[in-house]
Nanobody, 115 residues
């Protein structure tokens, strides 16, 4: 069973940046399209970014397009999310998974953006 571990969250002021990382317990990112999702209390988990297995195709939700960048390392063990120009509405718990949400969810990492 694949275990996903997200890290890199924290408290940042509006306009600031954070870099999130997602590590898998097995080398899986090189064979799966991976995505980042986020969730706030009372709302469904939403898709925000995805990267295909080759790393060449990247997709973003309108809410983060132009501010966030998804990437993966060449060994297929880490997927990152560079977040710039953060807004208070980006406050959420961030998770990674395959783009089809195939694996069990990890604990996520909390991102809090203060105004």
């Amino acid at each position: 069973q694949v275990r996903l571990v997200e890290s890199g969250g924290g408290l940042v002021q509006a306009g600031g940046s954070l870099r999130l990382s997602c590590a898998a317990s097995v080398r899986t990112f090189s064979t799966h399209a991976m995505g980042w999702f986020r969730q706030t209390p009372g709302k469904e988990r939403e898709f925000i970014a995805a990267i295909d297995w080759s790393g060449s195709g990247k997709y973003y939700s309108d809410s983060v397009k132009g501010r966030f960048t998804i990437s993966r390392n060449r060994t297929g063990t880490t997927v990152n999310l560079e977040m710039n120009s953060l807004k208070p509405e980006d406050t959420a718990v961030y998770y990674c998974n395959t783009d089809t949400r195939e694996f069990s969810w990890g604990q996520g990492t909390q991102v809090t953006v203060s105004s």
